[in-house]
């Protein structure tokens, strides 16, 4: 209803660049959580970005290629999106596809007056991890929104990925060189260290 409410508001309007910023994330075993979380997870992260997209692009196109200039869509995806991460499943499976949406998409407007960029920050010093259940690791957030934002917008149009800062760049390019099963077991293992944590707390 929300999604729809926010098409008819802006259907007159000459959007030109759309960021597709809202994420939700619930931490814990898939079997465990509530469906309607796991729900809005999907909802949230895949399903909106793409019936927005969707339906202000051929606007956009239009207006763009009228006037001679240049609009946007960037998604907002996650390092998570290079990860398999346990007890974030559907998190990580989610940024994923907010990432190749967002690359496979660029390919189709190539030659089309939109740039598409999947904007990929870590750890963000937002109110995202106490939604998620992992407030402790606010603490870890080493960008500020600030930062997020210029990375974002300096990268428009130059390139289709960008990952907000050096570290981060680096763990991302691990992805490719580490063998997928490794990959997973430490993704298990830091599930298994959260899970002996909460466990510990209690």
């Known amino acids: 209803e929300d999604r729809a409410r926010l098409l008819e508001a802006v259907a007159e309007l000459p959007v030109d660049l759309l ?12 079997q465990d959580n509530p469906l309607e979380h796991e729900r809005a997870m999907v909802e949230v992260n895949c399903l909106a970005p793409v019936l927005l997209t969707r339906a202000l692009l051929p606007g956009m196109l239009t207006r763009c290629e009228a006037e001679r ?9 996650s390092t998570a999106a ?12 989610s940024k994923a596809f907010d990432l190749h949406f967002a690359q496979g998409l660029a390919g189709e407007l190539a030659d089309r007056p ?3 960029l999947a904007l990929c920050p870590g750890p963000t010093r937002t109110a995202f991890f106490r939604r998620a259940g992992l407030s402790d690791m606010g603490m870890l957030a080493r960008h500020s929104p ?6 974002g917008m300096a990268a428009l ?3 289709t990925v960008q990952v907000v800062g050096g570290r981060n760049r680096l763990a991302a390019m691990t992805t490719r060189l580490v063998p997928q099963p490794l990959m997973m077991r430490v993704g298990v293992e ?5 899970k002996r944590r909460e466990a510990a707390a209690q």
């Open 157 to 159: 149009g130059k390139r």
């Open 82 to 93: 290079f990860f398999t991460l346990p007890r974030l499943t559907t998190y990580s499976a």
């Open 114 to 116: 939109i740039n598409v």
């Open 69 to 77: 200039r240049r609009g946007a869509v960037i998604l907002l995806a």
């Open 146 to 151: 600030e930062q997020v934002v210029r990375e």
């Open 190 to 194: 830091w599930s298994k260290r959260r």
């Open 19 to 30: 960021i597709n910023n809202a994420g939700l994330a619930h931490f814990g075993d898939l």
